[in-house]
């Protein structure tokens, strides 16, 4: 049985939590089921719209990936071991709402600083990336916007036209067992070669940050905005499960979080 939110908000965490970061698990089949806890917010509408340009970009690269040669080695992670995304606010938003949809008990630990992350030199990157685990990303389902595009989507030059250039980790041995070139693909010779076009990060990215034009600037480094996702998801629990308290703010005014 799914543990349900309760109305109350002293009941978000275990005996003893501090009261702000107090969490119930919600576990669900899908990251979407629940959203209706959130009501109408903003809050609810950029985690489907980012839930929908997701599944979009899935679809577009099993398409792209189906027709190239090229694919990352299983377990590869090279991309991740030293970086960190920035991303915007709808991205943090979506992957806050998988840790809490999940009941992942990281979700309280990075709320009051204690998260721990899995790395020896976790300012060196995301703090997500695990080295010892195979496959390197701790939170593959909720990862955000640039982990998903890198190596399976292209640009264009400037004429507007696509282009490709694999990523210097991807094999060049084709499926075929060919050998593959490292160089940069132009638009005809991916159609000729490939018969099919990668879709473009920029026209993705655009997407998402036509869900919050007025947030497209504020990028933030992950590790300071999942935090202050969190907690602008939790506040507006507290607003949609029950009562808001007389001294809340508006659940969709951002505030800045106590340092």
Not at 89 to 95: G, R, W
Not at 221 to 234: D, F, G, Q, V, Y
Request: hydrophobic letters at 35%.
């Amino acid at each position: 049985m799914r543990a349900l939110l309760s109305p109350s908000a002293e009941a978000f965490l275990p005996c003893g939590a501090p009261r702000a970061h107090a969490i119930v698990p919600l576990r669900g089949t899908s990251l979407t089921r629940d959203l209706e806890r959130l009501g109408e917010s903003r809050i609810a509408e950029s985690i489907r719209g980012m839930d929908s340009i997701y599944a979009e970009t899935d679809a577009a690269q099993a398409a792209w990936k189906l027709a190239s040669p090229f694919h990352c080695a299983e377990g590869c992670g090279s991309c991740c071991v030293g970086f960190e995304p920035d991303v915007l606010e709808s991205e943090a938003l979506y992957l806050a709402w998988h840790l809490l949809s999940s009941g992942d008990p990281r979700s309280s630990s990075l709320l009051d600083g204690s998260y721990v992350s899995p790395r020896s030199d976790p300012e060196a990157g995301c703090p997500f990336f695990d080295p010892s685990n195979p496959y390197h990303c701790t939170v593959y389902e909720g990862r955000t916007l640039i982990c998903r595009l890198f190596a399976y989507t292209g640009d264009r030059g400037k004429d507007g036209s696509i282009r490709w250039k694999p990523c210097k980790f991807l094999p060049l041995e084709g499926l075929d067992g060919g050998l593959q070139r490292r160089s940069q693909y132009a638009e005809g010779e991916l159609r000729e070669r490939f018969g099919a076009l990668p879709p473009v990060m920029s026209d993705i990215t655009a997407q998402a940050v036509a869900l919050d034009p007025d947030g497209a600037h504020s990028r933030l480094p992950l590790r300071e905005a999942l935090p202050r996702a969190l907690a602008k998801i939790l506040m507006v629990l507290r607003f949609t499960n029950g009562s808001p308290e007389p001294e809340s703010p508006d659940p969709d005014i951002p505030r800045p979080l106590a340092s």
